[in-house]
């Protein structure tokens, strides 16, 4: 679920932080730059892991900051393809089962992917298991807030770097604005033995 990734990046450090440890200065804005932060094709970055290597630092005129050149490796959250995780469902619609992790809530279980057979309760908006068994069929609900074992079989990754306008961009206010997309996207899947919601295979 976590790896370590290996990174290079110049830090500024301004002036007023001379006094501190290098180190310090340099974790700290590692940190406030890249924590909590997808970088596309990478992953979603969670924390300084340690710093490989420091070159020169150079001063450059009209800035009285220092630009070091660092390499460092970081903590990223990158699950990979068939990957088990265990998360909460955070809530459903006709798209599907959408799961959190309590630190990453991109993650979606598409209709095609769940227990099947499956409908989803438009009054309830929850999606149904609707378990065979040789007393007849059983509506299993996916609750909000319900533990849920899933696999990852998918993921995407969407470049949200500001773009200029486009020449077809109408400057009509009366005009829907784009649906914001997020810029790293799991795919779950429920549809085998021992997936889905824990009470389903823990109650006696």
Known sequence: MFVLVEMVDTVRI????????????IAE??????????????GLCICLFDITKLEDAYVFPGDGASHTKVHFRYVVFHPFLDEILIGKIKGCSPEGVHVSLGFFDDILIPPESLQQPAKFDEAEQVWVWEYET????HDLYMDTGE???????????VDTSPTGPSSAETTSSSEELPKKEA????????SEPGLGLLSWWTSN
């Open 14 to 25: 301004p002036p007023w932080q001379f006094e501190r440890k290098l180190n310090d200065s």
């Open 29 to 42: 804005e590692l940190n406030k730059k890249l924590a909590n932060k997808v970088v596309y094709n990478v």
């Open 134 to 137: 040789e007393e007849g069929a």
């Open 147 to 157: 533990e849920i074992r899933f696999r990852v079989v998918d993921e995407s990754f």
């Open 183 to 190: 810029p790293y996207t799991l795919v779950g899947s429920i």
